[in-house]
């Protein structure tokens, strides 16, 4: 990413840049009723209740 870019992010653009370019997202937070986790974790997410 250009770093005129990177100096100018704010919350809306960041929205927009992360669904454009899926690959900058690191690490996902994920969040299911009060439930959060950061980062990739499908054997932790498999112990939430189902909220839905």
Do not use: T
């Given at each position: 990413m250009p770093e005129q870019v990177r100096d100018t992010i704010d919350a809306r653009s960041a929205?927009?840049?992360m669904l454009e370019n899926p690959?900058?997202?690191k690490r996902?937070?994920?969040e299911r009723g009060d439930q959060v986790s950061v980062g990739f974790n499908k054997d932790e997410w498999a112990t939430w209740p189902d909220n839905s």
């Open positions: 929205h927009r840049i690959a900058i997202i996902p937070v994920v």
